[in-house]
């Protein structure tokens, strides 16, 4: 069974760097084929995909965020890491971490973790 | 980047009835791949369909998903209470785009 669950500060101040965890199970990120990827959702708003990370480090970002995001893993810790700098409150939102194998879509969802940005 | 264009916004029906969303693509989404999700209030969304039109693991057959191209329908054939909840399309094709979600509310 695949779970994942994000972890991070609830509440940020404007301009700071976000750091956000997502620790899995129930699967491998040594394993051709796996991606872990982030998604966000505003308050009452559409979702919106961030970013996502392979098996072989490969890493695709979102065009309209790529210059404040940055995804890492660390595979035997079982962890991905995603940081999104210059924080607004337009950032405010719910994080999801998910699972994707291959080219595909996402399977898995993490319970979301809720950011606040405000002074 | 490939938009979609989820239609109607929100879609007020009374359990049983047949409820037809429609995701429409700005271009071609190649190998139709296309995935709906459902999302209950608090909740992660959760996968219904992908391929298009296959269900996942454990979905009801009321759920199915056809379509190709750019132009995608999600429907319920006979809604049940459970069913009430915002649904949104994805697709995965060329990197990764959401459309904007169709509430699905009791009338």
């Known amino acids: 069974q695949i779970t994942l669950k994000e972890s991070g500060p609830m509440l940020v101040k404007p301009t700071q760097t976000l750091t956000l965890t997502c620790t899995f199970s129930g699967f491998s990120l040594r394993t051709n084929g796996v991606g872990v990827g982030w998604i966000r959702q505003p308050p009452r708003k559409a979702l919106e995909w961030l970013g996502l990370?392979?098996?072989?480090?490969?890493?695709r970002y979102s065009p309209s965020l790529k210059s404040r995001l940055t995804i890492t893993k660390d595979t035997s810790k079982k962890q991905v890491v995603l940081t999104m700098t210059n924080m607004d409150p337009a950032d405010t939102a719910t994080y999801y971490c998910?699972?994707?194998?291959?080219?595909?879509?996402?399977?898995?969802w993490g319970q979301g973790a809720l950011v606040i940005v405000s002074s | 980047e490939i938009v979609l264009t989820q239609s109607p916004g929100t879609l007020s029906l009374s359990p049983g009835e047949r409820a037809t969303l429609s995701c429409r693509a700005s271009?071609?989404?190649?190998?139709?791949?296309l995935a709906w999700y459902q999302q209950k209030p608090g909740q992660a969304p959760r996968l219904l369909i992908y391929g298009a039109s296959s269900r996942a693991t454990g979905i009801p057959d009321r759920f199915s998903g056809s379509g190709s191209g750019t132009d995608f329908t999600l429907t319920i054939s006979r809604l049940e209470p459970e069913d009430f909840a915002v649904y949104y399309c994805?697709?995965?094709?060329?990197?990764?785009?959401f459309g904007g979600g169709t509430k699905v509310e009791i009338k």
């Open positions: 271009q071609s989404v190649s190998s139709n791949y």
């Open positions: 998910v699972h994707r194998l291959g080219a595909s879509f996402f399977d898995s």
């Open positions: 994805q697709q995965y094709g060329y990197l990764i785009t």
């Open positions: 990370i392979y098996w072989d480090d490969d890493k």
